[in-house]
């Protein structure tokens, strides 16, 4: 009978370990580095394109308030290979000026983000971070949703 209770008293222990494990992580920003004053970005979105190892797009909008003309210099998307900015003919640009006091549209028609070798992770329905670099070394994070090739752009 002792060794029932003792094997009881085990199974108990070991049933509380992973309930202990379990509890909530603290919790830690995913966010990348915080955007340069007076930069705010909204409306994020990235299309997964109809055919699985053809690039994506991502568009958003990016507003300056600040009194200094923002240079965007480089773009890169977390689970995708790279990411280029093209202007409205499809055409690399190197740099994408932000004018202060205005708000510049990356938009379907228009300057856009070229997404290429986009990973499995990369999901419709989920978020992707897109992370802006600006001349001087200035970065700005912001999430994009993730939508399928069909989806309102």
């Not at 580095?33 to 690039?55: E, Q, Y």
Request: aromatic share 4%; glycine share 12%; net charge negative.
């Amino acid at each position: 009978m002792t060794k029932s209770i003792w094997a009881a008293a085990a199974l108990g222990i070991a049933a509380l370990a992973p309930a202990a494990c379990s509890e909530a992580p603290e919790q830690v920003s995913t966010n990348g580095p915080d955007a340069p004053a007076g930069i705010a970005v909204s409306n994020g979105r990235l299309m997964l394109p109809a055919v699985k190892g053809n690039p994506g797009a991502v568009y958003f909008e990016i507003k300056n308030d600040s009194d200094r003309n923002m240079v965007i210099r480089a773009v890169s998307v977390a689970g995708a290979g790279s990411a280029e900015m093209h202007n409205k003919d499809m055409q690399m640009v190197l740099q994408q000026a932000v004018a202060p006091g205005s708000t510049s549209s990356f938009a379907p028609g228009g300057a856009h983000v070229m997404v290429m070798d986009i990973g499995d992770t990369v999901t419709a329905g989920g978020e992707a971070e897109v992370t802006l670099t600006f001349v001087g070394g200035d970065k700005a994070s912001f999430p994009a949703e993730v939508r399928a090739a069909g989806d309102e752009r």
